[in-house]
Structure formats: C-alpha cells, structure tokens
C-alpha cells in the first residue's frame, strides 16, 4: 500500500514558478513509476509528467514540454515537479500518482488507467 501527499501548490502570477511535491508512503515506492496529472474544471485529467522507478527517464505532455521538469528523490520518497512560466491556462488540480505494474524501471505511462495509487492533488491557480 502507497499513500501518496501533494503540497507545493498555490496562487501565482503568470511567469512565475513552483515545485511540487509528492511524499510517498510505503516500502516499495522506489520500485514504481510515477506521474503528475492535472485537471482543470470541467476538463478530462491529462497527463503532465512521469518517471520511470530508476528515475533515469522522464516523460512529458505536450503542454509540459520545455517548462516542467519531473524528479525523484527515493532516499526521501518523494517526487517533485518543478513547473516554470507558469501560464493561465495551467490552472488545475495537481495529482501524482504510483504505477506498481512490473516493468516501469525505465518507463512511465501517460495514461491515468495504468496508476493504482493517487494523492488527494493540490490546487495550482495562474492569474494573468
């Protein structure tokens, strides 16, 4: 069993940054992928970031690409996103999430389906 806690989140101006962190539970967190997703009101959660368990692979979504960057810290058991130039259009809940599927080493899925742990998110809000 993984429990998984978001913080990092607030409200900021366009531009600026944040990093978020996901603070895992559980002894075998350093053998999962994992991912941030984001959901905005009324919108379908999409996938922002993953990383595989070794943590030397990173993927991203489109709208991530250049301005967010995924890591892990498994000493700590934690996960973060950092996330530059923060745009209006960024606004969303923030979730991370474990993938505990074998075979993640070196892979991170982009679809939500394929975690079997979620955070409670933490509200990120961009005002223009």
């Known amino acids: 069993q993984v429990q998984l806690v978001e913080s990092g989140g607030g409200l900021v101006q366009a531009g600026e940054s944040l990093r978020l962190s996901c603070a895992a539970s559980?002894?075998?967190?350093?053998?999962?992928?994992m991912g941030w997703f984001r959901q905005a009101p009324g919108e379908e959660r999409e996938f922002v970031a993953g990383?595989?368990?070794?943590?030397?692979?990173?993927y991203y979504g489109g709208s991530a690409q250049g301005r967010f960057t995924i890591s892990r810290d498994s000493a700590k058991n934690t996960v973060y996103l950092q996330v530059n130039s923060l745009k209006p259009e960024d606004t969303a809940v923030y979730y991370c999430?474990?993938?505990?599927?074998?075979?993640?080493?070196?892979?991170?899925?982009?679809?939500?389906?394929?975690?079997?742990?979620w955070g409670q998110g933490t509200q990120v809000t961009v005002s223009s």
């Open positions: 999430a474990a993938d505990s599927r074998p075979g993640t080493r070196h892979s991170a899925s982009s679809d939500p389906s394929d975690y079997d742990y």
């Open positions: 559980g002894r075998s967190f350093s053998s999962y992928a």
């Open positions: 990383i595989g368990a070794s943590g030397l692979t990173a």
